[in-house]
């Protein structure tokens, strides 16, 4: 009998608690002083998300600096029964990686696991760890004469493992494709602590179900990410950059359409921005400024590139621009001559999501719909907000190229906090819209905690049903990332779909 087991037996300790005890300073064996931490001044930036709205907490958190110290802590953890919270950069905007409050957990994070394990230029390939930050891949790839494409405004601080369990989107998706697309393989560990590696360098791979993409896009809730093997692209050496002016929404998508077919499909981003997008940005942002002489309606930033040396991407531009103002597309525009003046429009479109902040309380939905229903989606949305709130703000914007709407509500002038209250009104209201529409109430954010509920109301009993037997065949226990994605079928938001989805049908009709 050793010391601890009269006090379990009289019930003045938990065994239960006592095998976490033992599994945490087993974890702390494997990875060694440098991997974790336990001050509470060490472990704050780890338990609460980017813009502060969550906040768990957590026994350790763990930094293994290999895939097989990852795969001997989960596997120590599996054995306790101590759930895993996986975290990259922390810069998500839907809580998928915080951690619980209520039950043991670790926090694992990714983030000394930052080597290139192989680089083939030759082969258009990339094999990077999960902990590598983004904009340093884009640096690497650019040093061998490559690019990759994945460009996000976290890039500086986001993490691959991240990117890739969240499925990450940004600007180029039009061109490139979303972070699946522009993955090969993946190695993961999975909740049982084996290590499932798929680092093909094979662009085909018929060889029965491609197993990676149950872990893109997954949240890490059904295994770790630690490495992944990425696609390159040639370097661009020549971009045309433009603004244009136009007269409505449904004129956005006629110049999409006759952009795409006159570049040659050469487009790598096609944003469109609000009037009121524009204002803000210039108010509140150092160094935007308004791009031509009268306001518009609307405006769209686009931009081509080519790695060809004797592409004359202005002229194909030029062509565009000429032929958008003979159909009435386009009112006005600029071509930027400069890369200065080409970094100047960038800051416009940048600008408009930081200069949300000086204009007070937000709500900001990422959703999508087919690209052709994007200016119905938008001007339908519009009227379904201002019938809860006359004087909301509407601020549509985003990548219309794939569909990409970002569609935030500013609070009213003057609000004395009626807006952030009616919150769950204007959910429903985009929602349904967005599900009449046969389109996703999440683009490229992800699920995390803050669209569980509405995952489990507008996503279909099938899928919610396979994607539940899925998990638990993964993870039987429920230990990676719990209460993350999916909600339990018995839970009140769940039994709610039903009448949500007649709600939509009723909308759709």
Same mark, same amino acid.
């Not at 669209?451 to 899928?463: M, P």
């Not at 994607?467 to 909600?487: A, T």
């Given at each position: ?164 369990? =969240? ?15 522009? =993955? ?22 018929? /060889? ?13 809730? &059904? ?6 093997? &990425? ?99 386009? =009112? ?62 509407? &601020? ?13 509500? /500013? ?6 906090? =009626? ?13 349904? &819209? ?76």
């Amino acid at each position: 009998m050793n010391a601890f087991e009269p006090a379990i037996a009289a019930g003045r300790i938990d065994a239960s608690l006592m095998e976490v005890n033992a599994a945490l300073a087993q974890i702390r064996d494997v990875v060694g002083e440098a991997g974790w931490l336990a001050a509470p001044g060490d472990i704050e930036p780890y338990l609460t998300e980017s813009r502060g709205l969550y906040r768990g907490a957590t026994r350790l958190v763990v930094r293994p600096a290999s895939t097989d110290e990852v795969s001997r802590v989960v596997a120590l953890c599996a054995a306790a029964g101590l759930k895993v919270i996986p975290q990259g950069g922390n810069t998500g905007l839907c809580g998928a990686a915080v951690p619980p409050g209520d039950s043991p957990n670790i926090v694992l994070s990714l983030s000394r696991m930052r080597r290139v394990r192989a680089i083939d230029p030759e082969n258009f390939t990339l094999t990077v760890e999960a902990g590598c930050v983004l904009a340093d891949i884009q640096a690497i790839a650019e040093q061998h004469d490559r690019l990759f494409p994945l460009s996000l405004g976290a890039q500086g601080s986001c993490q691959i493992g991240g990117n890739l369990s =969240t499925n990450a989107g940004g600007v180029q998706v039009l061109r490139y494709g979303n972070a699946r697309e522009l =993955t090969l393989g993946v190695e993961v560990v999975l909740p049982d602590g084996r290590v499932m590696n798929s680092l093909r360098l094979l662009r085909k791979d018929n /060889t029965g179900y491609d197993l990676k993409h149950l872990f893109i896009g997954a949240e890490g809730t &059904l295994g770790i990410i630690t490495a992944a093997t &990425l696609k390159l692209y040639p370097k661009p050496v020549s971009h045309s950059t433009a603004i244009f002016a136009l007269p409505s929404l449904d004129a956005v998508i006629e110049l999409l359409s006759l952009a795409r077919t006159m570049t040659a499909d050469l487009l790598t981003a096609f944003e469109f921005i609000p009037r009121f997008g524009v204002e803000i940005a210039a108010r509140h942002v150092e160094g935007v400024r308004d791009p031509l002489d009268a306001p518009s309606p609307w405006y769209v930033l686009l931009e081509m590139s080519t790695s060809a040396r004797d592409a004359s991407l202005d002229a194909v531009m030029e062509g565009v621009f000429a032929a958008a103002l003979e159909a009435d597309s386009v =009112t006005d525009g600029v071509i930027a001559t400069t890369e200065q003046q080409r970094q100047a429009f960038w800051k416009i479109r940048e600008g408009v999501v930081e200069a949300q902040k000086g204009e007070g309380a937000s709500l900001k939905y990422d959703v999508s719909v087919p690209v052709t229903s994007v200016p119905s989606f938008v001007k339908a949305a519009i009227e379904a907000c201002r019938q809860i709130s006359a004087n909301v703000r509407p &601020l549509a914007f985003g990548h219309v190229g794939d569909g990409n709407v970002h569609f935030n509500l /500013t609070a009213p002038i003057g609000d004395d906090g =009626t807006f952030i209250a009616t919150a769950a009104a204007f959910e429903d209201a985009v929602f349904d &819209l967005v599900a009449s529409m046969n389109g996703s109430i999440s683009a490229e954010h992800g699920i995390g905690l803050t669209k569980k509920r509405a995952l489990a109301c507008y996503k279909s009993a099938v899928e919610l049903d396979v994607m539940r037997k899925i998990k638990s065949v993964l993870d039987p226990q429920m230990l990676f990332n719990p209460d993350k994605v999916l909600m339990s079928p018995e839970s009140g938001a769940a039994k709610a779909g039903a009448a949500i989805s007649e709600r939509v049908r009723h909308a759709a009709a």
